[in-house]
């Protein structure tokens, strides 16, 4: 029996180091960033495209004769990644730290400066800040590879649909066929490695919170600890210094504008519930007149209501009805008189959709 309790309090002993690094990969240590800290900030900007894409939706909505605008709105994915490189390669050359790193007090530093910061200070002087290389590394890690993630998934889905509803031509094509076995296969490999660097991080076993950060050789510190490791670098020009105010301006605007819309995103949708309870509790209205003979108002089926045009000019429909006009008579009705024209529902119009664009780009 006593040696039964010895052994057991032996095994005992022995995870109590693997408890406390794990314990301090949860919380975090002086230089070290909590696991918690680095899921935030990885997840801080995946708000804003959405964001953007529905601002863009808006601006057709409210502009729908603005071609550009609709070419603009089917490229959100290209802008993203134009306004990512901007803002993140200016934060990682004058901070050393991405948007979302820099928000959470967080720095990146290489390896070379890591060795640098285990000796004193006076030993080998100031340190230099994240080299160039590292930062365009870093460009490549948090902008280009997301992008390049959601573009494969994109081109996936489309094949797969090819080829699921059998379009003939599909599996002719030798590449399609490729990329439509070995694509789940890769990406199932990246979650793998992605799974396997937390956890690892969360034991203590890598100073890696990722596998594209150890291809890179950087580590993720905390601001403090990374002071004379990684600064930016000096503004010597007006120039320069208000290139740098205005960046980070523009960061917390970024990270501030990210929390506006969200908060604006839940009370609207709170509204938008209560608006539509309160219409389903509305009796249902009496059945339209009948519209007066075709020769008095030329009407055929499948013609504007408002206007009674047989070729309707941008249908959009009315979503408190599913009765469908012309967007401008819509819009125009809607903005006067607050309900359908048909069923006399109350309507705004976030309660108009465009069905499609007649004319072509």
Not at 102 to 115: A, D, K, P, V
Request: hydrophobic letters at 40%; aromatic letters at 12%.
């Amino acid at each position: 029996m006593g040696a039964f309790v010895r052994a057991n309090a032996s095994a005992l002993c022995s995870c109590a180091p693997c408890r406390s690094m794990f314990l301090s990969s949860i919380y975090g240590t002086n230089d070290k960033p909590s696991f918690l800290e680095l899921v935030s900030q990885e997840q801080l900007l995946l708000g804003l495209r959405p964001a953007l894409d529905r601002v863009l939706h808006g601006l057709c909505e409210r502009f729908s004769g603005q071609h550009w605008l609709r070419a603009l709105h089917r490229r959100t994915d290209e802008l993203w990644l134009l306004i990512l490189l901007v803002v993140e390669s200016r934060s990682l050359y004058s901070n050393g730290a991405t948007v979302a790193e820099s928000f959470y007090g967080l720095r990146r530093r290489t390896n070379e400066t890591s060795t640098l910061a285990s000796r004193p200070k006076e030993e080998h002087g100031p340190a230099p800040g994240l080299p160039a290389a590292a930062v365009w590394k870093s460009v490549l890690e948090s902008a280009i590879l997301p992008y390049l993630r959601t573009k494969l998934d994109a081109l996936y889905q489309e094949f797969y649909i090819q080829a699921s509803l059998g379009l003939d031509g599909f599996w002719s094509c030798f590449w399609k066929r490729l990329f439509l076995r070995l694509y789940p296969f890769l990406r199932t490999l990246d979650h793998c490695f992605v799974f396997l660097f937390r956890l690892l991080y969360l034991f203590g076993r890598t100073e890696y919170y990722s596998w594209p950060l150890r291809l890179e050789r950087i580590v993720v510190v905390r601001a403090p600890y990374a002071a004379g490791l990684v600064q930016g670098r000096p503004a010597a020009t007006l120039l320069q210094r208000f290139l740098d105010r205005a960046f980070s301006g523009g960061k917390l605007a970024l990270i501030v504008g990210l929390y506006t819309l969200r908060f604006v995103d839940w009370f609207r949708s709170n509204l938008e519930r209560e608006r539509r309870e309160q219409v389903r509790s509305l009796p249902l209205p009496p059945p339209p007149e009948p519209l007066g003979p075709p020769q008095t108002h030329a009407w055929t089926p499948g013609a504007c209501a408002l206007c009674h045009r047989a070729d309707c000019c941008e249908p959009s429909v009315c979503l408190v009805s599913g009765f469908v006009f012309c967007d401008a008579c819509l819009r125009e009705h809607i903005k006067i008189h607050r309900r359908c024209p048909i069923t006399k529902f109350p309507a705004s119009e976030l309660d108009i959709r465009r069905l499609y664009f007649s004319d072509a780009l």
